[in-house]
Each structure stands twice: as structure tokens, then as C-alpha cells.
């Protein structure tokens, strides 16, 4: 894989209702009806969406539900690349993911192949549930791998045109989807996008953190850089934007997840970095989202007095 | 990559395996007459055909001890004899578990367990997607490696949705802890499988139990084998 950062293009016109997971499933059901490469396999989850009921009853062969054998749904995606298709596996993030992460490690990364996988869940959309479906370490988990692109969508309209993209490559790709969102979509250049500038601080907001932290920096001079694709992260934009040598990470799953890539990323000059995400911890707590985003200091307030406290 | 080799007998075999590894690595010899039918007998694939879209395909899912693997990749001219005295070091294309990416016919890297079943449904659906209905896909377990519970999820999964463009050998040697009360063949037939038994020794009996699929659903064959070298 080269190190150029993918260029995706503008966000896709989807009405404005339309969930993360209802984008993908529509852009997935697209490309199985458009390109015969693509198969889709999942594990339960999502299988009773109408499109893909759609394209299953169109393309029986390419819509491939396993049951719950989410390891199965791993190792057979990394089978149908090595018979050259283009596999995309979906279900929940902790069992996409953690569950089938050997599966992952060996049947996509050692086998020498590629896969798209798109999960839904994230760090804590469905907080009902508790925390047998938080997966805040997804993205820690393909940092052990080389090589994987990954997507933090912060908006559905964010969620097509990289899917699209990758489907026409044989990249290893993982998409994070979240039911948070913010209000408006931006570009999916792969790169970082400037959405104010300031005097202090870089701050990099990962997806959907970015209202939350355009809430919290309203009042203060800082510059505030957009990312949705943070694997390969976009190395030559923050070092153009961290003149101050101060960075501010706000990430919705592990916090400290991308520290390494800032600390690599200014090696040569000397930098500071604030890394706010998802605390290391099981609250055993329901809820909400917003309040786990408090509880983990991802609300606007606290992401306002954590940067002040850092800039001082 | 292109590779030139003598070819060797099955009488040879012995001799080509203990240029790999100490003769007193016995559990190599399980295996080897399963092997060696396979690709003598049973698989539709050559040297030259390894990028055929409609070759057969051999997942060795229990990588470990792949001596006679090995062997009879050199035997039938997939890698040069050489490489099987420089096994293991530093710059050898084999080592203690295959690698797909560095063995020629070697068609999955394995050595973790439980993988090379869950892959070959992979790849048979792919197949089958792709209209290529000709090809088979015979994935080697041990019995011990039946332990792991991924294979379970791929033979219920293979059984129930008819995939019947996969064999499965499962070589017994009776080193799964734990043993299968009422026969390893019985969980697979359980689960909507055909299947045989058959003398892992007898070169006759385990080509006809590879060739026993019916055409209706996925096919496993039980080889009974003990180590003798």
C-alpha cells in the first residue's frame, strides 16, 4: 500500500434522516448491484434491512448471512478475497472486531489480502445495552496491524463515497460507524479539513466530536482541524497546522489512541499533546450517549476546560 | 514465481522429510499418505496452474508440523528440493507453519487453528459467485484442531446452506484431548455433511473416500492414521 492519503471526493446527497448504518447499507446494496467483486457478509445484524433483503433476493450468491458466527463472517470475507472477490463483513463493533480480531490479524493481514469492514456501535451508541456493545477499542486494534485505512465518518453523508472508493481497491479498510453525528457533513479528502483558525492550539476533532468541539473552543482562539479518515492519518497537514507546537486530539473511542502518530508526526521540533477520548474504564453504567460523553469528559464543557488548562 | 525442480516417487517421501526435520518428529507421518493422494490422485492443480482461476484448491489447516507438506510440494515439483535443507533459517521460505506468501502452493498460511475451514467457506462461496462451479476446495484439519470452535461455526454453517464445493479430511491420530465420543464423523453427517471413514494408510481407500461427494452438500472424510516413522 502506497503512504498517499485516498481521495474520496464530496459527501454523497442522502436525505438528511438517514442513519450512518442507513448509508452504508445503501451504498453496499449499490455496489453489489453494480459491481460483481463485491459480496456482503454478515453475522445477523442488518440482515433484515430491506435493501440488503433486496439484494440478497437479486444476488443470492453476494449477500451472505452467516448467523451469529461473527469469527466465521471474518475468516470467510478473508476466503472470498483469496478466491478474488471484494468481501465487506458488517455487524456490531465489539464483535466485528474484538471478538474476531485473530481473525482479522490472520485471515486478512498474514494471508496478504484485503477486506472492507463496517461496524455500527462505536464506543457507546446503543448505552442501553451496556458495555458488551462498546467498542472503544476498535481503532487501538488496528493500530497493532499494518496497513489498514481507517474511517471515522462523522456525518451519513460521509459514509458512501469512501465506501465507494474502497470497494474499487483491494486495501484492507475499516469504517467506524457511529449514531452520533454532527450537524453538518464535510469533504472525505482523507485529509484534515480547517474548519476555523485561530492563535492557540491545534485541535484535531475525529468525526463525530466535531460539534462538540466547536462548542467548546466558541470563545477561545484555536485552530480546529476536521478528520474522518485517521488511518493513514494526514501527517503533512498537522505539521502545516501545529505551528504552536500544541495539539489537541479529540477522539470518540480510546483516548490517547492517535498520541503516537502526533508525537511521530513533530519528532523534530518540540510539541505538546492533549489527548481527550474515551476514558479506560467499564462504568457499568446505561444511560445515554450524552451521558456517557460527560462521563468520559467528551462533552463540550469539558473539552472547553481541558483545553484551557492546556493552553495556560 | 517460476520454479523448476526434479520430481520425486512416493518412496522418496521419507527420505525428502527428514531433510527437513529430525526423523524423530514423528507426527509429520499422519498425514503424509493423505497428502500425497491428494496430490497424486485427487487434486485437479500442477505447478503451472497455481493462478488458475478453475484450479482445485488445498487449505493445509493444521499448519504445524509440515514436513511432509513440504516433502510433497518438492515430490511433485511446486519447490525445489533444496529448500527443504535450508527449513527454518533465516532466510528459508519455510518454516514451522506455512506461508502463503513465501511457499509456492501453498495456498493459506496457517498455524493458528481453527482457520483453514472457516477460509475455504470463503472461498467457496467466492467460487460459486463467480460461476466457477468446476473447482473443489479439500481443507486438511487434525482431529485435535476439530477442538476449536470456529470449525464448528463453519460446518454447521456449510451444512446448513448446502456448500458442496468443500471436502474436509480431518486426520485422526487421537490426540484431541478430550477424544470425539460417537465418532468425529458423526459431527459432521449431524449437520447435513456426507462422509467416510477410511484407513489413513491406504492410498485406494483415501482417494475414494476425496472422491465420495455427492454433489448435494459438503463432503468430509475421517482418516484414521497413527504415526510411524
Known amino acids: 500500500m502506497t503512504t498517499s492519503l485516498p481521495h474520496i471526493g464530496h459527501p454523497m446527497k442522502v436525505p438528511d434522516t438517514t442513519t450512518m448504518r442507513d448509508a452504508f447499507i445503501d451504498a453496499a446494496a449499490d455496489l453489489i448491484d453494480d459491481d460483481p467483486r463485491v459480496a456482503v457478509v454478515l453475522a445477523d445484524i442488518s440482515n433484515g434491512h430491506e435493501r440488503f433483503a433486496q439484494a440478497a433476493r437479486e444476488h443470492p450468491d453476494r449477500v451472505l448471512n452467516v448467523g451469529i458466527r461473527e469469527a466465521l463472517m471474518v475468516s470467510a470475507a478473508g476466503g472470498l478475497a483469496l478466491s478474488g472477490m471484494r468481501p465487506i463483513a458488517h455487524s456490531y463493533a465489539p464483535f466485528l472486531v474484538e471478538r474476531a480480531y485473530e481473525q482479522i490479524k490472520l485471515d486478512f493481514e498474514h494471508q496478504g489480502v484485503g477486506g472492507i469492514l463496517v461496524s455500527v456501535g462505536a464506543s457507546y451508541d446503543w448505552s442501553q445495552g451496556g458495555y458488551t456493545h462498546f467498542s472503544p477499542g476498535d481503532v487501538a486494534l488496528f493500530d497493532t496491524m499494518p496497513d489498514w485505512t481507517v474511517h471515522v465518518p462523522g456525518h451519513p453523508k460521509e459514509v458512501g463515497g469512501p465506501l465507494r472508493a474502497a470497494a474499487l481497491t483491494d486495501d484492507k479498510v475499516y469504517m467506524r460507524l457511529s449514531t452520533l453525528s454532527n450537524a453538518a457533513p464535510h469533504q472525505t479528502t482523507g485529509r484534515l479539513s480547517v474548519i476555523k483558525s485561530g492563535e492557540g492550539p491545534l485541535v484535531v476533532a475525529v468525526g463525530p466530536t466535531l460539534d462538540n468541539v466547536l462548542l467548546a473552543t466558541a470563545g477561545i482562539s484555536v485552530t480546529v482541524a476536521y478528520a474522518n479518515t485517521v488511518r493513514p492519518f494526514d501527517v503533512e497537514g498537522l505539521r502545516a497546522l501545529a505551528h504552536t507546537g500544541e495539539v489537541v486530539l479529540v477522539e470518540p473511542y480510546l483516548e490517547g489512541t492517535s498520541s503516537r502518530v502526533v508525537a511521530e508526526a513533530l519528532i523534530d521540533r518540540p510539541h505538546r499533546t492533549l489527548a481527550i477520548g474515551v476514558k479506560r474504564v467499564d462504568l457499568h453504567k446505561y444511560g445515554t450517549p450524552t451521558d456517557h460523553e460527560r462521563w468520559h469528559g467528551l462533552d463540550p464543557a469539558t473539552i472547553s476546560e481541558r483545553i484551557a488548562s492546556f493552553a495556560r | 514465481m517460476t520454479v523448476t525442480s526434479a520430481r520425486f516417487g512416493y518412496d522418496d517421501l521419507r527420505g525428502l522429510i527428514t531433510r527437513v526435520v529430525d526423523v524423530k518428529h514423528a507426527p509429520e507421518d499422519s498425514t503424509l499418505d493423505v497428502l500425497w493422494t491428494l496430490y497424486d490422485r485427487v487434486l485437479d492443480l500442477s505447478p503451472e ?67 483453514g475451514l472457516p477460509l475455504a467457506v470463503g472461498t467457496a462461496l467466492g467460487l460459486r459467485a463467480q460461476g466457477l462451479l468446476k ?90 492414521a497413527t504415526s510411524s516413522i
Open chain 2, 49 to 115: 496452474r497455481l493462478d488458475s482461476p478453475d484450479r482445485d484448491r488445498f487449505y493445509l489447516s493444521k499448519g504445524h508440523n509440515p514436513g511432509s507438506f513440504y516433502a510433497v510440494l518438492a515430490a511433485k515439483g511446486y519447490l525445489p528440493d533444496a529448500w527443504l535443507d535450508e527449513a527454518f533459517t533465516a532466510g528459508s521460505r519455510l518454516g514451522g507453519h506455512p506461508d502463503r506468501t513465501l511457499v509456492p502452493g501453498a495456498e493459506i498460511s496457517s498455524g493458528s487453528l481453527g482457520h
Open chain 2, 135 to 224: 473447482p473443489r476446495i479439500y481443507v486438511l484439519l487434525g482431529d485435535a484442531e476439530l477442538d476449536e470452535g470456529t470449525n464448528h461455526e463453519a460446518m454447521a454453517y456449510a451444512g446448513a446452506t448446502g456448500l458442496d464445493n468443500i471436502t474436509v479430511v480431518v486426520v485422526d491420530n487421537g490426540s484431541a484431548s478430550h477424544g470425539w465420543p460417537g465418532g468425529i464423523a458423526s459431527r459432521f453427517t449431524a449437520q447435513g455433511w456426507s462422509a467416510s471413514e477410511v484407513d489413513g494408510r491406504d492410498h485406494d481407500a483415501i482417494e475414494a473416500g476425496l472422491r465420495g461427494h455427492h454433489g448435494t452438500g459438503p463432503h468430509a472424510v475421517v482418516a484414521f
